[in-house]
T-cell receptor
Framework: DAMVIQNPRYQVTQFGKPVTLSCSQT?????MYWYQQKSSQAPKLLFH???????NEADTPDNFQSRRPNTSFCFLDIRSPGLGDAAMYLC?????????????FGPGTRLTVT | AQKVTQAQTEISVVEKEDVTLDCVYE???????LFWYKQPPSGELVFLIR??????QNEISGRYSWNFQKSTSSFNFTITASQVVDSAVYFC???????????FGGGTRLMVKP
């Protein structure tokens, strides 16, 4: 089945130690998104790629970076995680201009910072 | 700018009761898309429904029904004969016409007690 995959589902990292979360998709969607969702809050968009074009949200900290080496994969890099970066990170994909328009979400990676 | 408001932060019902989750939105787009997602404790966002702004027909799917009222900018979600498995956080979301901005409401935590 076509889907959005996130690995790992659970990630523990140490304060200040760089960490990378990965997302892959078999939907051949041209847009990929990264959201951060903290406990009891709504998902918050960090950035998205429209094809190869990177679009950063204005309030996304510089500590967060992203890479998209090809259509299928997108990575979220947190250069120096702080305790406040502990959250669920959700990847989503879409293909604007098609009938569905919706964003398809992966299962998320729950990041713990110790 | 667009905005989604879910005034009910938490609802508690007893199994078999009907429950309605409210959603009110603001947008300047004439074409837009509304969604409901379910987020169980596992964290994955589960797509429930999409409604286009030009389609005000209400929809029923099993125990779920949605009432879209463009005149009041509302898109309410009703669960009939609630079950314990319905316990989750439910998010209403608004997608802009360009298809690249998905705005979530704050979510409503539904607890269904046996």
């Amino acid at each position: 089945d076509a889907m959005v995959i996130q690995n790992p589902r659970y990630q523990v990292t140490q304060f200040g130690k760089p960490v990378t979360l990965s997302c892959s998709q078999t939907l051949n969607h041209n847009v990929m998104y990264w959201y951060q969702q903290k406990s009891s809050q709504a998902p918050k968009l960090l950035f998205h790629y429209y094809d190869k074009d990177f679009n950063n949200e204005a309030d996304t900290p510089d500590n967060f970076q992203s890479r998209r080496p090809n259509t299928s994969f997108c990575f979220l890099d947190i250069r120096s995680p702080g305790l406040g970066d502990a959250a669920m990170y959700l990847c989503a994909t879409s293909r604007p201009g098609t009938d569905s328009y919706e964003q398809y979400f992966g299962p998320g990676t729950r990041l713990t910072v110790t | 700018a667009q905005k989604v408001t879910q005034a009910q932060t938490e609802i508690s019902v007893v199994e078999k009761e009907d429950v309605t989750l409210d959603c009110v939105y603001e947008t300047r787009d004439t074409t837009y898309y509304l969604f409901w997602y379910k987020q169980p404790p596992s964290g994955e966002l589960v797509f429930l429904i999409r409604r286009n702004s030009f389609d005000e027909q209400n929809e029923i799917s099993g125990r779920y029904s949605w009432n879209f009222q463009k005149s009041t900018s509302s898109f309410n979600f009703t669960i009939t004969a609630s079950q314990v498995v319905d316990s989750a956080v439910y998010f209403c979301a608004l997608l802009n016409n360009a298809g690249n901005m998905l705005t979530f409401g704050g979510g409503t935590r539904l607890m269904v007690k046996p």
